[in-house]
């Protein structure tokens, strides 16, 4: 028998894709030795593995707060956090703003799955900013309606860095996965993962180097506003993918080296507005998400010392 197939039969409770994979991150040996899955087992070797983390099967409530920004009977919008996963993943299993969510409501809706009850869109882990979330299924189908028919207008605050060489323009460039890094997606013509995707900016404020933008995204694809701005020369500052650091520090901006204060550790991000119709009575809301005290903070930094 195989060892994909052995290991398949012992441990039912996983797919023979993650056993693979195990296989493949050298977690499996066959009499102390590293093999591969297509090895043909005898009677008598020994094989151990170091088993994959099981996936939570639900959502498990973990009392985090949440900055509610709107409730009723049918939804909410969150304010969310930088750093926070929005739903359970691979090396984030706790801490995800599901897990908030199960906490706080009796009642969210559960057509995205068990594992992402009421999540209708999501925001990168390091994005911070309004969010809609769902409370039944009713709820649920109609916003995600309005999304694919790009009736939701949503609006971004970023900083960026260098500035844009125009006060506003169209993004109109596809976006598919990256040819070689996995956590990464890119500008790319006719690949097969190739979608449209449209982001629409305006420059707010012009300072030495850098620039307050808005951002009106017509689309939703992965990582969209960032992989556009970077294409068009302007990375979301701190934006450890797409701009090549990663932080930074006070003294980055007034040329004191030995001033390491850290301002900011993640991309300068914010989903700052939402407009919707409300999936029950029709009506037309906007909610809208105040910045984060790290945005401000480092957006004064800037002014000070290249304003």
Known sequence: ?????????????????????????QQVTVDGNVAKSSLKLKPGQRVEIVLPVPEPATAIPE???????YEDEHLAAVNKPPSMVVHPAKGHWSGTLTAALAFRFEQLSQVGGATRPGIVHRLDRDT??????AKSDLAHHELARQFEQRAVEKEYWAIVSPAPDRDRDLIDRPIGVHPYQREKMAIREGHSTSRDAQ???EVQERLDGFAVVRLFPKTGRTHQIRVHLAHVGC???????????ARVTRGDFSGDRNDQHVLLERQALHA???????????????????????LVQTLE???????
């Not at 911070?128 to 979330?133: A, D, E, F, K, T």
């Open 235 to 245: 990375p979301v500052l701190c934006d450890r993918h797409y701009s090549g650091r």
């Open 272 to 294: 700052s507005r939402i407009a919707f119709h409300h999936p029950v009575s029709g009506e037309r809301l906007t909610v809208s998400a105040p910045l984060r005290e790290d």
């Open 128 to 133: 911070s900013g309004v969010i809609l979330v």
């Open 63 to 69: 009392d985090i707060p949440l900055d509610l920004l």
């Open 1 to 25: 028998m195989r060892l994909d197939s052995f290991l398949v039969n012992q441990f039912p409770q996983f797919s023979r894709a993650k056993l693979q994979r195990a296989v493949g991150k």
């Open 199 to 201: 982001t629409r900016f």
């Open 301 to 307: 930094v800037i002014r000070t010392y290249r304003g």
